[in-house]
């Protein structure tokens, strides 16, 4: 008999897996460090974008907090212009999916699979974002931060909100697919059997293994072939994080 637990819920993220709008949201970042006095060629610009880059995949506001710390109005003000700068952004150029990820969407739900995206937008941002991807009958569940309590990764809280609003009984029939570090953190901290990171991100393999990824994929394209598999076994499995 097989111990290969049926996956019933994907969970994935947004920029850098299945769309390819990382360096929107980095000039949406820049732009809104700017407007607070942090702008490019000091130091302080420097270390700022370190964290932004440190921090992908977290809470937007998070984000800022780190930045400002002990300072939640400059926190707030920065996030307000990075929301208006990303939906500006988005307004001009839209967004692009990443190769294969309709066609993945279209498969998963094929099977049975629910399918719910997660974000470190805000639930406004990620309204727009739904909106300009015309996504609404693709994924079963869109979630935000806000949407989970106000923790999102690398907390679990979002996987486990999925989790309930979708009668799914076992945390092991869940995978997770993400690009950064706090993706594969919340995942693993959720009991998501499939911890997924992709390479098409922010982050390295290294990053990922040392955020608790059980498999690395080169993309979003690659992932059908991981949990609709009959065997994910060592042949699937990535690489130890040791």
């Known amino acids: 008999m097989s111990d290969v637990v049926p996956i019933k819920l994907v969970c994935l993220d947004l920029a850098g897996t299945t769309v390819g709008d990382i360096a929107m949201v980095e000039r949406a970042f820049a732009e809104a460090i700017a407007t607070q006095g942090i702008v490019p060629g000091t130091g302080a610009y420097a270390r700022a974008m370190v964290h932004v880059h440190r921090s992908r995949g977290c809470p937007k506001i998070d984000v800022f907090r780190g930045i400002f710390p002990g300072n939640e109005a400059q ?57 300009v991807l015309g996504w609404h009958d693709k994924i079963d569940l869109a979630i935000s931060p806000e949407d989970a309590g106000g923790r999102g990764r ?18 092991r029939n869940v ?13 693993k901290r959720s009991g998501a059997s499939i911890v997924a990171g992709v390479l098409t991100g922010v982050h390295s393999r290294e990053r990922l293994l040392k955020g608790g990824a059980t498999h690395i994929l080169e993309s979003i394209a690659d992932f059908p072939g991981l949990i609709l598999s009959d065997d994910l076994g060592p042949a699937h499995i990535a690489s130890s994080a040791r």
């Open 175 to 187: 995978a997770v697919i993400g690009d950064s570090e706090s993706d594969m953190l919340c995942g």
């Open 154 to 171: 690398p907390w679990p809280d979002m996987v486990l909100h999925a989790v309930l609003r979708l009668g799914v009984n076992d945390v």
């Open 75 to 131: 926190a707030q003000a920065a996030n307000l212009t990075f929301e208006r700068s990303y939906e500006g952004a988005l307004e001009r150029a839209g967004l692009t999916p990443m190769p294969g990820a309709l066609e993945v969407l279209d498969k998963l739900r094929g099977t049975g699979i629910k399918l719910a995206l997660i974000t470190g937008f805000s639930r406004a941002t990620l309204g727009r974002v739904l909106s």
